[in-house]
């Protein structure tokens, strides 16, 4: 029988060989005393396996509360466990409940994040993955050779339709690829859901038909099952190109749900993200986490950015990106979703650390304040791009075109 396999950094005052053997019977077919039925039979066909353990350094501090070491010393370690697909089946909340279920309370552990999965090729035959990806986007919006330039609409919340409308005909205008609602935008009070579908793609439809450019807007339809399903088909018969979904606030189910409908490319906003990751010795790594959105089926995530304005590394920001990038199950392409403080300076590092220019690059402010207006900020943006695919730094781009020249003036020193 076919196994999935994760890949745990744990921390333990104990021999990391018996933690992980709790771990294995904590998530299968075990617990803390021997009970009645759990045959040699079941626990052969049901039981976590540890695969390897590799030990790692020691250290005196534990990293979160647990058990307190006799010794005062507690070891750190790289830790495989693997689980029958008859566990969980082809049911995502049950694979994440025993990814990711009680072993994080279990007193054994000072430290643990999940770090990776491996799933086995049958999980192809039972998730379509996402409906458009990497070249469907592309092929939604017509942009092909360079990132889609993108931006949110702010302010956040309190615009009505008809100012929304009218920002998004600027920047359609402007040239924008892509708009997306903020993940705090879904329904105010000042702007129903469905006025506001029907004032952005009034604007959006008639700038195709006049220019042929169909900007992508992704409208933020998370909510109840049933109201995203409405909210969905309504952007659908509007004749949108995309919906918003904030993963962790509707959960696995919630976004499958939606993606399946595959009708629409769906933005995945990570939001919450930092609760999950931001203790390097609690949670869940990036690239675990993307896995589990691509069978899903989302088109687009998001990784933060390089000199971002939030708590993470570049380092840990390239990562998710070669993440994204790297085939799964044979494909399953999802177009890595670059935001957070970013302008048309990062750009240059940007591609020198990822040679790719598969990517979504979001800016609010780098094109709303931009001094010479949404039109020059745009401009600036691709003017960026175009300058980082052909090896120029930041001063030779800024010597080239006046509208990056001002982005620098006005971001450079933010």
């Known amino acids: 029988m076919e196994r999935i396999t994760a890949t745990y950094f744990i921390e333990t005052p104990f021999e990391p060989e018996a933690a992980a053997a709790v771990l294995a019977g904590e998530q299968s077919s075990g617990t803390f005393v021997a009970v009645p039925g759990e045959t040699a039979e079941l626990k052969q066909r049901f039981a976590a396996r540890v695969e390897s353990v590799e030990q790692l350094e020691t250290v005196t501090e534990p990293a979160i509360p647990g058990a ?19 566990n969980f089946g082809y049911n995502l909340p049950v694979l994440v409940s025993t990814l990711q279920g009680n072993l994080y309370e279990i007193r054994q552990f000072t430290g643990l994040k999940l770090l990776d999965l491996d799933v086995p090729s049958s999980y192809a035959e039972q998730y379509a993955g996402p409906a458009f990806g990497i070249e ?8 092909y050779e360079r990132p889609l330039i993108g931006t949110i609409i702010k302010p956040s919340i309190g615009l009505t339709p008809e100012q929304t409308a009218d920002l998004v005909r600027t920047l359609a205008e402007a040239g924008i ?16 859901f469905e006025t506001r579908v029907d004032a952005i793609m009034n604007v959006i439809n008639r700038h195709a038909d006049k220019t042929g450019k169909k900007v992508m807007y992704a409208f933020n339809i998370s909510g109840e099952m049933d ?16 919906a918003m979904v904030s993963l962790n606030s509707v959960g696995l189910a919630g976004a499958k749900k939606i993606c399946d409908q595959r009708a629409l490319a769906i933005h995945g906003h990570r939001n919450g993200w930092g609760m999950m990751t931001r203790h390097p010795l609690l949670g869940i790594e990036f690239t675990a986490y993307q896995k589990l959105w691509r069978l899903a089926g989302v088109d687009q995530i998001h990784v933060n950015g390089i000199q971002n304005k939030f708590w993470e590394s570049d380092d840990s920001v390239v990562q998710s990106i070669n993440a994204c990038l790297t085939p799964l199950l044979g494909g399953y392409s999802v177009l890595p979703v670059v935001s957070s403080g970013q302008w048309g300076g990062q750009a240059p590092e940007t591609y020198r ?21 949404p039109e020059a900020g745009v401009q600036a ?3 960026a791009w175009e300058g980082a695919v052909n090896g120029l730094g930041i001063p030779e781009i800024a010597a080239r075109y006046p509208e990056f020249a001002e982005s620098v003036k006005k971001f450079g020193s933010l």
């Open 68 to 86: 307190t070491s006799s010794s005062g010393l507690y070891h750190r370690a790289l830790v495989k466990v693997s689980w029958s697909v008859e």
């Open 136 to 143: 469907g986007c592309r092929a939604l919006t017509g942009v």
């Open 177 to 192: 690829d892509f708009v997306k609602d903020d993940e705090l935008q879904a329904a105010a009070a000042n702007s129903p």
């Open 227 to 242: 109201e995203m399903l409405r909210r969905y088909d309504k952007v659908v018969s509007s004749g949108g190109t995309c």
């Open 353 to 373: 650390r990822t040679q790719t220019t598969d990517l979504l690059y979001m800016a609010g402010g780098g094109i709303l304040a931009h001094p010479m207006g």
């Open 381 to 383: 943006l691709q003017q």
